[in-house]
């Protein structure tokens, strides 16, 4: 990803034009109507502004970033003193010869130059302008930095959940190439049959959980898939039962989210030369899914069953798709283990 995605977070120059533009119009409307003299307010707002700009702009982005914000405090207001006094001599001069010689009409009576009341007050009113533009500079900061924070977490929270998705794949296919091979060393007559669904399931895998989101229709057809792979494999062992309840037609779900749940269900199967017996249900209810899984199992798998690595796999993807807003149960009983999954969902 380009370095620059963040671009668009910086402040445009229309918006910094836009914004002295503003403020040069009201403070020409507000001491022109004050004073009644509107080609007075309009010479001194000129003075002032072409003094307002460079020094607010010196503060916040030269004194601020490289004194106060790293801490050097006497560095910055002995700049900031500096660039006061500074200010302030060349606009009593200007203002004196390009304005008016009464270089203080808001006060009452003749007032002179460089007296302390007049000091404080044009340093006051120059300190005002530099808080305000620096109190919209730092929010404005602080709302981009909170966007890129939150941009860069979208992209971190991506690329793990896509890690997480790819680690499924190998697992899967590990697992099927070895029950796979054990056929071809057995000579029996499912292999081929076996390559063929692996096929489709690969087809499946590769091309087509690539969206963060798939139909759900799809995903229930690719676990049929898979249900008749494992039929092929251990033949009248296995008895499956797939019940769906509700409209599933345009609900989108996270693609091999189920997989691992069911795939556990066959996994030590034929080491123990077991019957397996499988029940998956589908239900829809409002804006949730209700996903359940029930396999029969020996006592001695228990701890197998519920620390796989699917498993593992499929819990920081929940965590990561749905924070606090799924829920996921697991409990045995009976020689018996259920699964059961409620996430959020919506339709396409």
């Keep these: 990803m380009p370095i620059n995605i963040f671009e668009k977070f910086k402040l445009p120059v229309r918006y910094h034009v836009f914004f002295w533009l503003g403020y040069f119009l009201l403070n020409f409307i507000r001491w022109g109507s004050y004073f009644n003299d509107y080609w007075y307010s309009l010479k001194s707002n000129l003075v002032e502004f072409s003094l307002h700009i460079p020094i607010t702009y010196f503060v916040i982005y030269y004194l601020i970033p490289k004194y106060l914000l790293k801490r050097k405090y006497l560095i910055f207001f002995f700049w900031l003193l500096s660039s006061l006094l500074l200010l302030y001599i060349l606009r009593t001069g200007l203002n004196y010869v390009l304005v008016s010689k009464n270089i203080w009409p808001e006060a009452d009576g003749i007032q002179n130059a460089f007296t302390f009341n007049h ?35 979208k992209i971190q929270l991506r690329t793990e959940l896509d890690f997480l998705k790819s680690q499924i794949q190998p697992h899967f296919f590990f697992n099927t190439l070895n029950n796979l091979y054990a056929l071809v060393i057995e000579k029996s007559p499912n292999a081929s049959d ?17 969206e963060s989101e798939i139909s759900l229709l ?33 609900i989108k779900i996270p693609p091999l989210l189920f997989l691992p749940f069911i795939e556990n269900c066959f996994k030590h199967g034929s080491k123990n030369n077991k019957n397996i ?50 829920t996921l149960e697991t409990n045995s009983n009976n020689n018996k283990f259920k699964v059961f999954l409620k996430i959020p969902i919506h339709e396409n």
């Design 194 to 210: 076996v390559v063929l669904k692996l096929s489709e399931i690969m087809q499946y895998v590769l091309y087509e959980v690539k």
């Design 119 to 153: 000091i404080i007050a044009v340093t006051l009113g120059e300190v005002y302008v530099i808080s305000l533009v620096s109190a919209i500079k730092l929010t404005h900061d602080w709302i981009s930095e909170k966007r890129k924070n939150d941009e860069l977490q």
């Design 277 to 326: 017996k499988v029940d998956i249900s589908f239900e829809i209810k409002g804006n949730f899914l209700f996903f359940t899984v029930e396999n029969s199992f020996q006592a001695l798998e228990e701890k197998i069953i519920k620390h796989g690595i699917g498993i593992e796999n499929v819990k920081r993807r929940l965590q990561l798709l749905f924070k606090n807003a799924y």
């Design 218 to 250: 799809k995903e229930i057809n690719y676990i049929y898939s898979y249900l008749e792979l494992e039929k092929l494999r251990y033949g009248n062992k296995i008895s499956a039962n797939l019940e769906i309840t509700g409209d599933i037609d345009d």
